[in-house]
Every structure is written in C-alpha cells, then in structure tokens.
C-alpha cells in the first residue's frame, strides 16, 4: 500500500502561482509513476501531469503544457506541481495519484490516490 497526502491548494487571482505538494508513504519503493489529476464540478477527473519516478521522464496534458511544471524529490518521497499563469478553468480539485504497474498518462493508470487539495482560480 501507498499513502499520499497533498497540501498547497487554495484561492488565486487568474494569472497567480500555485505550487501543490504531495508525501509518498508506506510501500514507496514499488513506485513508478507520480502523478497530478484534477476534477472541476460536475466534470470527469482529467489527468494533469505525471513524473517518473526511476528514470527521467515527464508528461502534461496539453491544457497545462508551458504553465505547469512537475518535479519530484525521491529522498523526500514527495512529488509537486508548480502551477502558473492560472487560469479560472483550472479550477478543481486537485489529486495525487502513484502507479506501482507502469507510466501513468491517464486516470485508470494509477492505483493510488490523495484525498485531494482545493484550487480556486478567481477571474
């Protein structure tokens, strides 16, 4: 089993900075891919980005491509999300989310999950 939790999330002007962190715990050596999705009201979660994390190797989506950034740190166990130029559509709830299988691009890649963090983009 792994455990995520993630912290960082809040309230933002449009064009502002956010950075969300995340802590890997328990089996942390059967990890492969870290990884961000999010969920706005009433839509599907939708990937956001992933690192992985034995080899170099990152992937956005292209909605974020050029304003987010994902980077990890294996001795903290502990991946991130530097989020720029918000936008009020990149409002949602934020999740972590580890695969043990394989690269993670998509939701049904991960098998572990945060409870989630709040971004607030205000317009």
């Known amino acids: 089993q792994v455990q995520l939790v993630e912290s960082g999330g809040g309230l933002v002007q449009a064009g502002g900075s956010l950075r969300l962190s995340c802590t890997a715990s328990?089996?942390?050596?059967?990890?492969?891919?870290m990884g961000w999705l999010r969920q706005a009201p009433g839509k599907e979660r939708e990937f956001v980005a992933s690192?992985?994390?034995?080899?170099?190797?990152?992937y956005y989506a292209d909605s974020v491509k050029g304003r987010f950034t994902v980077s990890r740190d294996n001795g903290k166990n502990a991946v991130y999300l530097q989020m720029n130029s918000l936008k009020p559509e990149d409002t949602a709830v934020y999740y972590c989310?580890?695969?043990?299988?394989?690269w993670g691009i998509g939701a049904g890649d991960f098998n572990y999950w945060g409870q989630g963090t709040q971004v607030t983009v205000s317009s």
């Open positions: 989310a580890a695969s043990v299988t394989g």
């Open positions: 690192i992985n994390w034995r080899e170099s190797g990152t």
């Open positions: 328990g089996r942390t050596l059967n990890l492969y891919t």
